[in-house]
């Protein structure tokens, strides 16, 4: 538990602990008004909430009364932080002498912790890549008309569940987990564990296609080429079993296939931290040049 | 006394000196309401009337406008730290201890402007969050959310070149973590997939040119002083006034149609 302090109240963590606070109070001022919202829509009275955006009010003095105080409550809350906290200074730079363990900014720490998973090429290019791509790519994607300009979750599930679970659980949680529960080594310690350099931890990772009793490196490879083919092909299967619905013909075959990608990519960083913490797998697909 | 203040009031706000920079009086009448955002170069980039819902915290969480906020502090006080700091391995990180015990607010100074670019980072996630939660990238605010995706992509390379600047073991081993990725970069980097097979080496790679070396070294300070002073808030502003442009002309804040 000293060791959770000693790193909780680290100055540059602060931010972190900031933004959970931040998060939990938004998410549920989000939950009421979409509730609020969902109510008066199933009633019928979608209107109101019409009428509401049909009201216009001065912008002098009504906006600008509240920037001004919010940029003065934020320039206050900004002086009291610098005066208490101040910002880290270690020992001077040098290239010889590596921390143990070394680690990236702290907004950057969940695609650290990525690299547990998969390869650097992959946890640290090709998956940054696809979250900025993807995120361009939302509005897009995103054909369902309802749901604009106001806090709603009848209307929107899907995209709302997929958002939350993304920026939640595999954005915030894993910058959670490499900046608290991440030791010497890169090793997972427990809060209550201190962090011992020395954590004596088995190699039992092993390959899928080692889990099959596959021993040729051909085969292997054509295995693993097969499993990461047709999990990629589920996008194809859904696309024809849900043909005629609605959700299908309005998004189309080019954007559905795009979306399917992102999101099956996505849905790749769960599935492998099932497979490392509950099976011990390390790859899925081993390959002379990459593995996955 | 009364009819003398009075007085000179009047002379003052008649003057032509007074008409020249206030264009309109301070009465409180509809006219004047429109004419003080619209005659203000700081205010006019609002509409002059927004929906009643625009103006709600609960709906906007003002975190777009605290974002900008905090752009703007780290510019003013990034500006002053510049006038204390210099971009080579012999002084940065002296500068640093200058700042700390020498320089008058020094440390204030460089608190200031790390606390607001972790604020940044933090209120431009919320800020997305929020326009994602009300749907405000649907038709017609796509590119607009484009836009956004950009900037803050911009925001978390100007706090990570920012990291690098104290030259410090934090910053240099942070950085080192960071930009070691790049050599696993498919086809540019000489341990991506395909990279050895075409001729990348850790002299040639995007790596080496993203640090001007083998490894962080003094040249990749320069460089990433370079990218966090200049390069990189000219692109940002750039963008956000791309960015608030869009707004006014998507038809402002999003609301139920």
């Known amino acids: ?292 | 006394m009364q009819a003398f203040i009075e007085k000179m009031k009047d002379s003052a706000t008649k003057s032509q000196v007074w008409k020249s920079m206030f264009r309109h009086s301070y009465e409180d009448t509809p006219r004047n309401r429109y004419l003080q955002v619209l005659d203000n170069v700081w205010l006019h980039l609002h509409p002059t009337r927004i929906p009643r819902h625009a103006g709600a915290i609960r709906f906007t969480w003002c975190m777009g406008g605290i974002t900008w906020l905090l752009f703007l502090v780290t510019a003013v006080t990034g500006v002053l730290l510049m006038f204390y700091y210099r971009p080579t391995a012999e002084y940065a990180f002296n500068d640093m201890k200058y700042l700390e015990f020498d320089v008058p607010f020094g440390m204030f100074l460089r608190n200031m402007h790390r606390w607001a670019a972790h604020g940044m980072v933090i209120t431009v996630w919320l800020h997305m969050f929020r326009v994602f939660l009300t749907g405000s990238y649907k038709p017609p605010r796509e590119f607009n959310w484009v836009v956004g995706v950009i900037l803050l992509t911009v925001t978390l390379l100007l706090s990570f070149t920012g990291y690098l600047l104290p030259w410090d073991q934090l910053s240099i081993w942070a950085v080192t973590v960071g930009t070691n990725m790049a050599r696993a970069t498919p086809l540019l980097g000489h341990e991506g997939p395909f990279g050895p097979e075409l001729g990348m080496r850790p002299d040639n790679d995007v790596r080496f040119v993203l640090l001007g070396g083998t490894q962080v070294g003094p040249p990749t300070l320069l460089r990433f002083y370079v990218l966090h002073c200049i390069f990189l808030p000219i692109f940002l502003s750039i963008f956000c006034a791309v960015h608030f442009w869009r707004i006014r002309k998507d038809g402002g804040i999003s609301g139920p149609l």
């Not at chain 1, 969940?110 to 090429?121: I, T």
């Not at chain 1, 619905?245 to 769960?270: E, H, N, Q, S, Y």
């Open chain 1, 1 to 292: 538990m000293e060791n959770l302090i000693l790193i909780l109240s680290k100055p540059d963590n602060l931010p972190i602990a900031m933004m959970v606070v931040l998060l939990g109070y938004y998410t549920l001022l989000w939950w009421r008004q979409a509730r609020k919202n969902d109510g008066i829509i199933s009633d019928g009275r979608y209107s109101e909430l019409q009428d509401e955006n049909n009201d216009r009010i001065f912008v002098w003095p009504y906006l600008v009364r509240i920037e001004f105080l919010a940029a003065i409550l934020v320039l206050l809350i900004l002086t009291v932080w610098s005066v208490a906290l101040d910002a880290p200074l270690e020992h001077p730079a040098n290239p010889s002498k590596t921390p143990n363990p070394s680690k990236a900014p702290w907004y950057f720490l969940g695609l650290q912790e990525m690299l547990v998973y998969f390869d650097p090429w992959i946890a640290g290019v090709i998956f940054p890549t696809l979250i900025i791509v993807g995120l361009m790519a939302i509005p897009y994607i995103d054909k369902n008309p309802k749901g604009n300009g106001y806090y709603t979750w009848m209307e929107r599930k899907f995209a709302l569940s997929t958002f939350l679970f993304g920026f939640f659980v595999l954005w915030v949680a894993l910058i959670f987990v490499g900046t608290f529960l991440r030791g010497p080594g890169w090793n997972f310690f427990a809060p209550w564990e201190a962090w011992d350099p020395h954590k004596v931890v088995a190699m039992v990772n092993v390959d899928l296609h080692q889990y099959f009793g596959i021993r040729s490196s051909v085969v292997a490879f054509l295995f693993g080429g097969f499993i990461v083919t047709a999990y990629f092909c589920l996008g194809i299967v859904y696309y024809y079993w849900k043909k005629n619905t609605d959700f299908i013909k309005t998004m189309g075959a080019a954007r559905f296939g795009v979306m399917a990608f992102l999101f099956l990519c996505m849905m790749g960083l769960p599935i492998k931290m099932l497979l490392r913490w509950a099976f011990n797998i390390k790859y899925v697909w081993v390959t002379p040049w990459f593995n996955i």
